[in-house]
């Protein structure tokens, strides 16, 4: 049986695995990656809308990704 961090890294794992599935399907709608970087962005203000303010959402992003920046650095693009 799975221990609730166990459980809680899973319901991540297929959220992320459901995200770059919409992530495809967002490139074949449009090549522009500026495009699809702003439409995700709104997505992330749209989960929080009415909860917290823009501000608050502006910082739980970027708080996200600097931890992203550490776990992508050093590692090849591609």
Request: hydrophobic share 50%; no cysteine; aromatic share 6%.
């Amino acid at each position: 049986m799975a221990t609730p961090a166990e459980e809680n890294f899973n319901d991540y794992k297929r959220a992320e695995k459901k995200a770059l599935e919409i992530l495809a399907a967002m490139k074949a709608v449009s090549p522009k990656k500026v495009d699809i970087e702003l439409a995700l962005l709104v997505a992330l203000f749209e989960l929080h809308k009415g909860a917290l303010p823009a501000e608050q959402i502006g910082a739980v992003v970027q708080g996200h990704l600097k931890v992203l920046v550490q776990h992508y650095a050093g590692k090849p693009a591609g």
